[in-house]
């Protein structure tokens, strides 16, 4: 079983930085990849980035590359979301998630998930 916790949510202004982490507990957290899902009021939720267990492979939506950079610490057992450029599209809530295996983008495939975390961006 993994326990995954998020942190480092807030309220930023257009353009501003900031960065997500995810802390898990248990076992073999490098088996593990590891992804950043988000969810605005009414609308789904959406696959933001994802990292292979190694750290080797990522994978982003079309609407984050270049401004989102997904990394892992697999010591910590910790994953960050750096975001940067923000945009007051991105307000959402952020949740990360953990599957044992390969990267992939549906979250349906994701088997264990945060509480989430608070990211509002003003224009």
């Known amino acids: 079983q993994v326990q995954v916790v998020e942190s480092g949510g807030g309220l930023v202004q257009a353009g501003a930085s900031l960065k997500l982490s995810c802390a898990a507990s248990?076992?073999?957290?490098?088996?593990?990849?590891m992804a950043w899902f988000r969810q605005a009021p009414g609308k789904e939720r959406q696959f933001v980035a994802a990292l292979s267990g190694s750290g080797g492979s990522t994978s982003y939506v079309d609407s984050v590359v270049g401004r989102f950079t997904i990394s892992r610490d697999n010591a910590k057992k910790t994953v960050d979301l750096q975001m940067s450029s923000l945009k007051p599209e991105d307000t959402a809530i952020y949740y990360c998630a953990a599957r044992y295996g390969d990267v992939r983008a549906s979250e349906t495939l994701y088997d264990y998930w945060g509480q989430g975390t608070q990211v509002t961006v003003s224009s």
């Open positions: 248990g076992r073999t957290f490098s088996a593990y990849a």
